[in-house]
């Protein structure tokens, strides 16, 4: 295919030909892609498609198709063909275009001819450039755009109550969405009824008299990490919603859409990303159940036939819409999927039921692995919540038991004292001197 060029155009010419045909046979057949036509459009030089049909054709490349830098194989300089310009007869198409203009016209054409045979002669000045390019603010300058900035914050800090005032954070940034109804279907065996609540946005004057810098919420001493009054109405909502365990640790509410997809968007706060990326994490729990098929099937069976398929086509959503109940997540199947899929922790709490979620076959690749905590409110919505320190772990789920892998146990052994401290607050009598095993706590 390349004989017909060999001698005539450039060696780099005939290795991009070579590391195309390479690229065509080895990448574009086998991921089934598009060619983008590059070589052609920017070396000009047949790209793979270009290629392949010549091979289908049994044809040459022919010369015509390579650029003619390419062809030039001596260092000698060009020879410009000077072509001979006729003065009087393009000065006469001139004058033929101004004499059918307009007044004005011709003598804006006059000025601009004359501006380029004599530049000083034209009317247009040169723009301004200042020579003091750092613009360095004054003191003054500086204290006043800090005094405005402080303005600015003060102001934000006072809207905060403000009607449309929707989300429950430690900043006053955020806002939440309408309000919310259930999106959570418990799985079988768990405890609660799993019935829809709606719940309506609370409303909330703001005290005129009341002062608002660096003031402590009123429930403080149950959420002692919680400082300042933007979290007044998380903690009078959901404060009974979340175990008392929980409380001295939790620095972070967030509410999120309640469109069905409150798991989700809950999981992507937790990761870091904002609520609406939730189709992402939908995306890569399919993948993640779907490149381990056996391993899942074999797990989410455990107790009845048929739920692979089901909690994978409750993962399945492709629009933006809300979903129904029957995509909802569901705990604690999804949850080992998300632990599994971005090696992390998933705490789940709720008054009736709490439990902890292990990565089922992977050991920790992080000395500090990530937590992340969805708290189950209203009987039927997922929010997110963000938990500091040493905090108690609840037990860990009995699938994840079940099914774990002999690297898996790694998580166990690092949360050890957790887990014992949790399950010392929830069985005072037991005896703290004696450290139990998971399997123990469980039985």
Same mark, same amino acid.
């Given at each position: 295919?390349?004989?017909?060029?060999?001698?005539?155009?450039?060696?780099?010419?005939?290795d991009l030909l070579a590391k195309e045909l390479l690229r065509k046979m080895e990448v574009l057949r086998k991921l089934n892609a598009s060619c983008g036509c590059h070589m052609w459009l920017s070396n000009g030089l047949p790209?793979?498609?270009r290629l392949e049909n010549y091979k289908c054709t049994g044809r040459m490349i022919q010369l015509d198709d390579i650029d003619v830098f390419w062809r030039k194989l001596d260092l000698l300089p060009c020879k410009l063909v000077?072509?001979?310009?006729?003065?009087?007869?393009?000065?006469?198409?001139?004058?033929?275009?101004?004499?059918?203009?307009?007044?004005?016209?011709?003598?804006?054409?006059?000025?601009?001819?004359?501006?380029?045979?004599?530049?000083?002669?034209?009317?247009?000045?040169?723009?301004?450039?200042?020579?003091?390019?750092?613009?360095?603010?004054?003191?003054?300058?500086?204290?006043?755009?800090?005094?405005?900035?402080?303005?600015?914050?003060?102001?934000?800090?006072?809207?905060?109550y403000s009607e449309d005032s929707n989300i429950y954070t430690a900043s006053p940034k955020h806002r939440y969405d309408l309000p919310r109804h259930s999106s959570y279907v418990p799985s079988e065996g768990s405890r609660g009824?799993?019935?829809?609540?709606?719940?309506?946005?609370?409303?909330?004057?703001?005290?005129?008299?009341?002062?608002?810098?660096?003031?402590?919420?009123?429930?403080?001493?149950?959420?002692?990490?919680?400082?300042?009054?933007?979290?007044?109405?998380?903690?009078?909502?959901?404060?009974?919603?979340?175990?008392?365990?929980?409380?001295?640790?939790?620095?972070?509410?967030?509410?999120?859409?309640?469109?069905?997809?409150?798991?989700?968007?809950?999981?992507?706060?937790?990761?870091?990303?904002?609520?609406?990326?939730?189709?992402?994490?939908?995306?890569?729990?399919?993948?993640?159940?779907?490149?381990?098929?056996? +391993?899942?099937? /074999?797990?989410? @069976?455990?107790? =009845?036939?048929?739920?692979?398929?089901?909690?994978?086509? #409750? !993962?399945?959503?492709?629009?933006?819409?809300?979903?129904?109940?029957?995509?909802?997540?569901?705990?604690?199947?999804?949850?080992?999927?998300?632990?599994?899929?971005?090696?992390?922790?998933?705490?789940?709490?709720?008054?009736?039921?709490?439990?902890?979620?292990?990565?089922?076959?992977?050991?920790?690749?992080?000395?500090?692995?990530?937590?992340?905590?969805?708290?189950?409110?209203?009987?039927?919505?997922?929010?997110?919540?963000?938990?500091?320190?040493?905090?108690?772990?609840?037990?860990?789920?009995?699938?994840?038991?079940?099914?774990?892998?002999?690297?898996?146990?790694?998580?166990?052994?690092?949360?050890?004292? +957790?887990?014992? /401290?949790?399950? @010392?607050?929830? =069985?005072?009598?037991?005896?703290?001197?004696?450290?139990? #095993? !998971?399997?123990?706590?469980?039985?």
């Amino acid at each position: 295919m390349l004989d017909n060029l060999r001698g005539k155009v450039s060696h780099e010419a005939l290795d991009l030909l070579a590391k195309e045909l390479l690229r065509k046979m080895e990448v574009l057949r086998k991921l089934n892609a598009s060619c983008g036509c590059h070589m052609w459009l920017s070396n000009g030089l047949p790209c793979a498609c270009r290629l392949e049909n010549y091979k289908c054709t049994g044809r040459m490349i022919q010369l015509d198709d390579i650029d003619v830098f390419w062809r030039k194989l001596d260092l000698l300089p060009c020879k410009l063909v000077d072509e001979e310009v006729d003065v009087v007869t393009e000065l006469n198409n001139v004058r033929q275009h101004l004499e059918a203009q307009s007044p004005v016209q011709q003598k804006s054409l006059l000025s601009k001819i004359k501006a380029v045979f004599n530049p000083k002669s034209s009317t247009k000045k040169p723009p301004i450039v200042h020579q003091n390019t750092r613009c360095r603010p004054t003191s003054k300058k500086v204290q006043e755009r800090l005094d405005e900035a402080a303005r600015l914050d003060e102001a934000a800090r006072h809207s905060s109550y403000s009607e449309d005032s929707n989300i429950y954070t430690a900043s006053p940034k955020h806002r939440y969405d309408l309000p919310r109804h259930s999106s959570y279907v418990p799985s079988e065996g768990s405890r609660g009824t799993g019935s829809v609540i709606k719940s309506e946005k609370p409303k909330m004057q703001r005290n005129s008299s009341t002062s608002y810098k660096n003031k402590e919420t009123r429930d403080d001493k149950g959420f002692p990490l919680m400082k300042g009054d933007e979290h007044l109405l998380s903690i009078e909502r959901f404060k009974d919603q979340i175990p008392s365990e929980f409380h001295s640790y939790i620095s972070r509410i967030q509410d999120v859409t309640p469109d069905g997809h409150c798991g989700y968007r809950s999981v992507a706060v937790g990761l870091g990303f904002t609520e609406h990326v939730w189709s992402n994490i939908r995306r890569d729990l399919l993948l993640e159940i779907d490149h381990n098929k056996a +391993r899942w099937k /074999h797990v989410f @069976e455990t107790y =009845n036939k048929g739920d692979f398929e089901r909690i994978r086509k #409750s !993962i399945e959503w492709h629009s933006l819409k809300a979903c129904g109940p029957s995509h909802w997540m569901e705990m604690p199947q999804v949850g080992l999927l998300v632990a599994q899929r971005f090696n992390i922790v998933l705490h789940v709490l709720s008054i009736e039921w709490s439990t902890n979620i292990f990565p089922l076959t992977d050991a920790p690749l992080d000395p500090q692995p990530q937590a992340i905590t969805l708290v189950h409110v209203d009987r039927g919505h997922f929010i997110h919540a963000k938990l500091e320190g040493d905090y108690p772990m609840p037990l860990a789920t009995p699938l994840w038991l079940t099914h774990q892998s002999i690297a898996a146990e790694r998580w166990e052994e690092m949360y050890r004292p +957790r887990l014992q /401290h949790y399950y @010392e607050l929830i =069985n005072p009598k037991v005896d703290k001197d004696r450290e139990l #095993s !998971i399997n123990e706590i469980e039985d």
